[in-house]
């Protein structure tokens, strides 16, 4: 492994060493131990409030790409917006993305080791150790006084940050405040006057004054686990050694380094990557509706064009062909992301949908075709259809039109090209259909013949076929239409312009 990530994080904040907590402190140092034994372990650590999106889908992708192992966590401590069927969605989403995880939930029912909404009383630990040290205190500040708070540093021109009123109450007035059936939050306690530093694996080294940092919630009023507290708890608890997330989160880092220092649990490395911007130039979000990898799914896209357009935006390989995960996992180098946003653009996936549609073998491309195609498709014509899909097509919507046009009798014929076929004339297709009798499959026969009956040669030969065998403009080149359409509908569609064009 190579990249600036891997290199010790310098400490210098670590000067006071904080009071450690006798009944973790033996745990620190096994999990610490672990961790230098392990491989590289990264995770993945949604929150299962809405359909995961393309921001969300890289963030999984570059940390199962970088990790030589992966670990999948569910974070679904907000009990309003999460929701179980998000859960489901998102395994599912993971897994037709193809990517492993070595650990983590194996479906969406909640368990004590992945879903931090049932993890508290391993954090009521640590909790409780953070009190006891001094390290925080109950907060029974009401959301209008601290907004009153915050108005009143923002007119005096202060960034707004919690005062540290409820840091000086005594045991005796925590007590009655209490008793008076008021429910608080744990604040942890921001040391004054240090820096916190740490080398970002991707933004390089970072500084942080504490004094900028007001003390943080760890736990709200009614009990649940803050992103700052169980994120950072639970990376150091189950061994993660790097942390690749968006950058989104790289004023969290501090608090969090803050919290794990606080408790002597080990730190993992962090890479904060830029976000995916949409259209709109405002990055993507499960609050704004960003499209959704279900919906990419659900459109036919192949997970190896998702993948490989994820892997390259943002981050660099040498290579432009398509590669699979193994591939792409080989070549993945942290040194190559970009520090700059980077722009979803529809048809980067469509590009390399083509290439993967293009590479697909039969045994992928059958079963993405809708069943309604599958069923138009005679078995013995399937390998031929499957060659006009590879070179047409993008979705099975349009592998689904190509088969009507070739199994189907009914033809609805774009209206230009209706045009093109009647103005060829009776004569042509009267000469078509003997050349068609008389080549039967040989098309290189069949357009000799055609061409010294009548003496049409460029377009003004291929248009009139084209129109009347497809009705269409573009499509497969018009051998493959001649060999894979039945005979006797090749003579039909022929034979309807020796009508017509009377
Ligand atoms: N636009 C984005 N580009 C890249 N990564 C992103 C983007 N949005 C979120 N992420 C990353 O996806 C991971 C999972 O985040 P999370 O589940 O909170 O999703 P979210 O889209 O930020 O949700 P919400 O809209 O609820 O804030 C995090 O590492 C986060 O940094
Ligand atoms: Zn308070």
């Known amino acids: 492994m190579t990249g600036e990530a891997n290199q010790a994080a310098p400490r210098p904040w670590a000067k006071v060493a904080p009071p450690k907590p006798l009944l973790l402190k033996f745990p620190a140092i096994l999990l610490s131990f672990i961790a230098s034994m392990n491989p590289t372990k990264t995770r993945f650590a949604p929150s299962p409030t809405g359909l995961m999106h393309i921001g969300n889908a890289r963030t999984a992708l570059f940390s199962a790409l970088y990790g030589e192992s992966f670990l999948l966590r569910i974070e679904d401590t ?14 599912a989403d993971l897994r037709w993305m193809g990517l492993p995880w070595q650990e983590g939930p194996q479906t969406a029912e909640p368990g004590p080791d992945y879903f931090q909404s049932r993890r508290g009383a391993v954090y009521q630990r640590y909790y409780d150790a953070l009190e006891q ?44 405040k209490r008793a008076e059936g008021l429910e608080p939050t744990l604040r942890f306690k921001v040391p004054k006057r240090e820096t ?38 639970d990376d150091a608890l189950m061994g993660v050694t790097h942390v690749l997330r968006g950058e989104d989160h790289l004023a969290n880092t ?29 990055p993507l979000s499960k609050r704004n509706g960003s499209r959704s990898i279900a919906q990419l799914r ?30 792409l996992k080989a070549r993945f180098d942290l040194s190559r992301l970009g520090k700059s946003p980077a722009r979803f653009d529809i048809d980067h996936l469509k590009h390399w949908q083509q290439l993967a549609v293009r590479s697909a073998d039969p045994a992928t491309l059958k079963p993405w075709l809708h069943a309604e195609t ?96 497809t009705g269409r403009h573009d499509g497969p080149e018009l051998g493959a239409l001649y060999r894979i359409l039945d005979p006797a509908r090749l003579h039909r569609r022929l034979a309807e312009f020796t009508y017509e064009s009377e």
């Open 78 to 91: 907000d009990a309003e917006r999460s929701r179980r069927e998000f859960v489901d969605e998102l395994l």
């Open 374 to 469: 599958r069923a138009l498709v005679p078995e013995d014509q399937l390998a031929a259809f499957l060659d006009i899909v590879r070179s047409n097509c993008l979705f099975p919507a349009e592998a689904d039109g190509w088969a009507r046009i070739l199994f189907a009798d009914e033809l609805k014929a774009e209206p230009d090209m209706a045009a093109a076929a009647r103005g060829a004339g009776e004569a042509f297709f009267l000469a078509a259909l003997d050349a068609a009798t008389l080549a039967g499959a040989d098309f290189d026969a069949f357009m000799k013949a055609l061409k010294a009956k009548t003496g049409a040669k460029g377009k003004g030969l291929f248009l009139p076929l084209r129109a009347a065998l």
């Open 254 to 282: 501090p608090r969090q380094l803050l919290v794990l220092k606080a408790l002597d649990l080990p730190a993992p490395q962090y890479a904060h990557n830029s976000l995916i911007l949409g259209d709109d130039g405002a």
């Open 133 to 176: 040290n001094g390290l925080a205190y109950p907060c029974f500040c009401t959301p209008r006084e601290l907004e009153i708070s915050r108005k009143i540093q923002l007119s005096s021109g202060q960034p707004p940050r919690y005062t540290g009123k409820c840091a000086h109450l005594n045991p005796e007035e925590v007590a009655r």
């Open 196 to 233: 916190v530093e740490f080398l970002d694996g991707v933004r390089g080294p970072q500084k942080f004054a504490t004094d900028d940092i007001g003390d943080f919630i760890i736990r709200r009023a009614d009990g649940s686990a803050a992103f700052f507290f169980c994120n950072a708890i």
């Open 298 to 327: 659900e459109e036919g896209y192949f997970p190896l064009a998702l993948l490989n357009m994820l892997a390259r935006l943002g981050h660099h390989y040498d290579s432009e062909d398509i590669m699979d995960f193994a591939a």
